[in-house]
């Protein structure tokens, strides 16, 4: 082979070499882009998942973007029963008839709980701005406490959300209870008037027996009638003896001379609990946890009232880890507790548990003691009798 043969398959040679090398080359550069590129988009597409960002694939969106459009177009009907999932509250579910207002809705429960409350809690439970967003079909949330257990309560001449809640709710805290009512009500503060009607929750709707003023006079008028007729058959037969008459007489006069006297001293809450004991309050102390000392001999949220009363607090919140309160150690300790039977009257009671007070004085330190609003006690109520030597 001559020498400009071999020079030219050399060259071609080398050009082939060249050839491949690029082409590898390429080859492989173009999968390691192929490669990023890939990477890149399935970075972009967790990202856009994680930011709640419709992912586009092809054009078109993800089955899970989607549905979330649907969700956004569905119907009013749609919106109330995926909201049956939000509250952890119990509630029934009660489906809209034809023509039903909200009104009608709750005047079906009205003997539980007033309208107007009820109105409000089906409303909020619901999310629902006003009552012109419910039409036939909706499935509403309807509360369960406000319709299956509890009363309603019209408020009377005299009450006070602090009186109503310690006679209907005296196993709760007492400022806890408070917080309840107004939540339950939606009230904004303590103030309510005579007529308003509340919802009064977990308490058995046992018959109230009201005992009014009228009734503890007419058995005051019939005791003294008894007294009367006996200090008179008294005096007959004691009259044939004129010294022990007269002996008599002086003894009557010193006896009302230290009635007068014991009277005067019994008559304001701060006279008669006599001394009182110094406490500082400890950590993770509470009102209630304190009051809860005297349970065995004074209803919890009384003794609270008394505690807050002579220490001249408004709340429970105002007692504090460290603060140095007073304390009715033997007032609340030597007393007893009174539950109110069906047909008790506060006269019965003070006259069976309070024989050596005088009946007036014994009406008015039960009523202050236990804030009794116009003479109206309840079956159940428990009532604190306070002990007191002449």
Not at 24 to 29: G, M, P, R
Not at 101 to 109: A, G, P, Q, S, V
Not at 238 to 253: A, C, H, R, Y
Request: charge should be neutral; proline fraction near 2%; aromatic fraction near 6%.
């Amino acid at each position: 082979m001559s020498k400009n043969k071999k020079i030219g398959l050399a060259v071609l040679l080398v050009i082939g070499i060249l050839i491949c090398t690029w082409s590898i080359y390429n080859s492989i550069t173009t999968m390691s882009q192929n490669n990023n590129s890939t990477k890149q988009l399935t970075d972009n597409n967790s990202s856009n998942t994680n930011n709640g960002s419709p992912t586009i694939i092809d054009g078109e969106e993800s089955n899970e973007n989607t549905s979330k459009s649907t969700k956004k177009n569905s119907s009013d009907e749609d919106a109330f029963s995926n909201s049956l999932k939000e509250s952890s509250e119990k509630y029934i579910i009660y489906t809209v008839e034809k023509d039903e207002t909200l009104k009608d809705i709750c005047e079906k429960y009205s003997d539980k709980c007033p309208i107007p409350v009820l109105s409000k809690a089906i409303l909020q439970i619901n999310n629902l701005s006003n009552s012109s967003k419910i039409s036939e079909g909706n499935k509403l949330k309807i509360p369960e406490k406000y319709i299956s257990t509890g009363i309603k309560y019209t408020v009377r001449n005299g009450d006070s959300l602090s009186s109503i809640a310690m006679h209907f709710m005296k196993d709760y805290d007492y400022s806890e209870a408070l917080k309840i009512i107004k939540q339950d009500n939606f009230l904004s503060s303590d103030t309510i008037k005579v007529g308003d009607e509340l919802f009064i929750r977990n308490y058995d709707s046992i018959e109230v027996s009201s005992q009014l003023e009228n009734k503890d006079t007419k058995n005051k008028e019939d005791k003294n009638d008894k007294e009367d007729k006996a200090s008179s058959k008294k005096s007959t037969e004691d009259s044939k003896d004129k010294d022990k008459d007269e002996n008599k007489d002086k003894e009557t006069m010193n006896q009302n001379v230290d009635k007068s006297k014991n009277n005067a001293t019994l008559n304001s809450l701060t006279n008669r609990i006599g001394n009182l004991v110094t406490y500082t309050v400890k950590k993770n102390d509470t009102l209630n946890s304190i009051a809860k000392n005297y349970e065995n001999t004074c209803p919890v949220q009384v003794a609270s009232k008394i505690i807050l009363q002579i220490n001249n607090l408004d709340s429970s919140s105002s007692i504090k880890e460290g603060m140095k309160i007073k304390l009715p150690e033997n007032y609340l300790s030597k007393g007893k507790i009174y539950k109110v039977k069906a047909g008790d009257t506060l006269s019965n009671i003070v006259a069976e548990n309070m024989p050596n007070i005088d009946h007036d004085l014994a009406l008015k330190i039960i009523v202050e003691d236990n804030d009794i609003k116009n003479h109206t006690i309840y079956p159940n109520q428990e009532l604190f009798i306070t002990s007191i030597e002449k």
